[in-house]
C-alpha cells in the first residue's frame, strides 16, 4: 500500500484506518482497545488531530519516552552552563545523560561553565539503607572548593530519592544560608513521576518559579531596561539554534536579556521577568514558566518557529507586532535581507526533494514546527506525532498538517516499523533509538533530536543546513546498496 497511490483525501484516510486496523490485529483486544485512541489519520475542521495523548504507555511495549528527570535534568536545567547540576543518585541516570544533545555554549569547561561535566552523588547500596542527605552536602562542599566560579548547583533527583525520602529541601536551604545565598535549587524530577519526560519539564519550571525568580523579589534590577527587551525561552542551542535565532531578532532591533535554557546563566534566568515579551519556541517544554510570568510579571509570551524561510518571516511579523513601527519595519528589513538567500536555497534543492513523503516521530516542538520547512523546499508531511504531547500540542498541530495526515501518539516501536514499511516513505525524521532500525530497513533517515550532528537548523542559516542534509539524506547513493527487507 503506498500513499502516493491514494486518488482523494478519503481514499487516504481509509487507507490509514485500514493500515491502523492492520498494525493493531497483532495486539491482545485489551492492549488493541487502548492503543487505537492514539492511533488516527487528521480530520479537517476537528479541534485537535483526534488521538489520546499524555497517557501512561503501555507495560510490555517499547516506549521511546524519556522520564521526567531526563524532562527536567536533560532539557530545562542541564543546558545551564554556570551552574553545577548533580544527578543524585546511582550512577547510571547521570552517566546515560552526560551523552546529552549538542547544547553548545561559550565559556571554559570545568572553569565558568559546566554543561559537558557529570556530577554524581554515585549511590551505593549503603545510601539507599541510610539515607544521602549527608552525602549531597558533602558534594556540595566538595563542588564549592573544587569549582569555586560556580554560579549554582541544582540537585536533579533520581527515582531512589523519592523512595527512601532524602530531604533535598532541607539541605539545600542549608548550604544556600552556608555560601551567603548561593542559588541552590532542589528539583523533585524522580524518574518514576508522570508518564513521560514532560512531567520533569513542569516540575523543573516549578523550580525554576520557586527557587530562583522568588529569590529576586525586592533586588535591584542589573541592567538597565529598555522599551525592546526580549527574552528567549526553550530554546536549547542544539547545534547553535539559539545563536542562529538571536542574531534575528537583534538584527530586527530587539534586545534579547535572556536566552534558555541553551547558552544560558543563572543571571539570565533571574533577568526574565524583567523582560517585555518573552518568545516561546519550545512550548512543550517551558509554557508553563511562560504562562506563570504573564500571570504574576504581567509580561506577555507568544510561541514563534524559526524552521523554514514562511514560518521565520511569519514569526518576524508576529513577534514585531508586539513593538513600535521601528522594530516592525526591522522586521521587514530582515526578510528581505535573507530573502535572495532563501530563493537561491529552494532553487537549489527544491528539483532534487519536491514531492518527497516524510514521516516524523520526535519530541517537544518538532513534530509541528518543522513541517513548514519541509513544505518549503517541496515535501510532504504525510504522518507525525509526538512521544509526550499534550492534547494541547495536538490541537497546535492542526495548523500544520493536511486532512488525512496519520497521526500516532507515543508510537511503539512495532507500530512505527509497520507503518513505514506499510507507507514506504522517502524519509524518517525521528530520534537516536530509531535511527539505525529505518536505516537498515533501506530508509532514509535524519535523527531530529539533534540534527544529526549537524545544524543549527533554526533561522535562515539553519535553514541552508536543513536543505543540504535533507538532500543528502534522501538521494545518497549508498540506498542503491541497501535493501529494505519487504524488497529482499
Known amino acids: 500500500m503506498s500513499v502516493a497511490a491514494a486518488e482523494t483525501i478519503e481514499e487516504l484516510k481509509a487507507r490509514n484506518k485500514e493500515l491502523i486496523k492492520e498494525v493493531l490485529e497483532v495486539y491482545p483486544e485489551k492492549t488493541a482497545k487502548r492503543r487505537a485512541k492514539h492511533l488516527g489519520a487528521f480530520e479537517e475542521g476537528k479541534p485537535d488531530c483526534g488521538v489520546k495523548s499524555n497517557i501512561k504507555s503501555i507495560p510490555g511495549v517499547m ?10 535534568k536533560g532539557v530545562v536545567w542541564g543546558p545551564i552552563k554556570d551552574m553545577i547540576h548533580i544527578s543524585h543518585g546511582p550512577v547510571g541516570c547521570g552517566q546515560y545523560s552526560w551523552a546529552s544533545r549538542r547544547n553548545y555554549y561559550i565559556g571554559t569547561t570545568g572553569v565558568d561553565t559546566f554543561g559537558t561535566m557529570q556530577f554524581t552523588s554515585d549511590f551505593q547500596e549503603k545510601d539507599i539503607v541510610f539515607g544521602g542527605d549527608k552525602k549531597l552536602a558533602k558534594i556540595i562542599d566538595e563542588i564549592q572548593d573544587l569549582f569555586p566560579l560556580n554560579k549554582g548547583i541544582s540537585v536533579q533527583s533520581e527515582c531512589p530519592i523519592g523512595l527512601i525520602g532524602d530531604d533535598i529541601e532541607a539541605v539545600s536551604k542549608a548550604k544556600s544560608k552556608e555560601y551567603e545565598g548561593k542559588t541552590i535549587v532542589p528539583v523533585r524530577c524522580e524518574g518514576f513521576r508522570g508518564v513521560s519526560q514532560s512531567l520533569g519539564h513542569h516540575i523543573a519550571n516549578d523550580s525554576i518559579r520557586d527557587w530562583v525568580f522568588d529569590k529576586q523579589e525586592g533586588k535591584a534590577a542589573r541592567f538597565e531596561p529598555s522599551p525592546y527587551d ?13 545563536w542562529s535565532s538571536r542574531i534575528l531578532l537583534e538584527e530586527m532591533g530587539l534586545r534579547v536579556v535572556s536566552q534558555w535554557s541553551g547558552d544560558g546563566t543563572i543571571a539570565e534566568l533571574e533577568a526574565t521577568p524583567r523582560a517585555k515579551l518573552n518568545v516561546l519556541h519550545c512550548y512543550r517544554s517551558m509554557n508553563y514558566i511562560s504562562r506563570h510570568m504573564e500571570e504574576k510579571y504581567g509580561i506577555p509570551w507568544i510561541e514563534y518557529n524559526f524552521f523554514g524561510p514562511s514560518k521565520i518571516a511569519e514569526s518576524l511579523r508576529k513577534i514585531a507586532s508586539h513593538f513600535d513601527d521601528t522594530i516592525k519595519e526591522g522586521a521587514e528589513a530582515v526578510i528581505a535581507k535573507y530573502q535572495p538567500l532563501m530563493d537561491a536555497v529552494i532553487a537549489k534543492y527544491r528539483p532534487r526533494l519536491e514531492g518527497k513523503k516524510v514521516m ?11 513541517i513548514g520547512a519541509y513544505e518549503d523546499l517541496g515535501m510532504e508531511i504525510i504522518g507525525t506525532g509526538y512521544e509526550f504531547g499534550h492534547n494541547d500540542d495536538y490541537q497546535r498541530t492542526t495548523h500544520y498538517v493536511k486532512d488525512g495526515t496519520l497521526i500516532y501518539d507515543d ?14 516513505p522517502d524519509l524518517v525524521g525521528s530520534g537516536i533509538k530509531e535511527k539505525y532500525v529505518f536505516q537498515k530497513m533501506g530508509v532514509p ?21 536543513f536543505a543540504r542534509d535533507m538532500d543528502m539524506a534522501i538521494n545518497s547513493p549508498v540506498w542503491k546498496f541497501a535493501k529494505a527487507p519487504w524488497a529482499a
Not at 526580549?230 to 539559539?242: E, K, T
Open 63 to 72: 516506549t521511546i519516552r524519556g522520564c521526567a528527570y531526563a524532562g527536567s
Open 230 to 242: 526580549v527574552a528567549i525561552i526553550g530554546d536549547y542551542n542544539i547545534g547553535g539554534d539559539a
Open 360 to 370: 516524523l516521530y520526535v519530541g517537544g516542538l518538532r513534530p509541528r514546527h518543522v
Open 411 to 424: 508510537v511503539t516501536g512495532y507500530e512505527f516499523e509497520k507503518f513505514v514499511e506499510k507507507i514506504q
Open 445 to 465: 533517515f535524519r535523527q531530529m533530536h539533534s540534527w544529526d550532528y549537524s545544524g543549527p537548523y533554526h533561522g535562515y542559516d539553519g535553514f541552508a543546513i
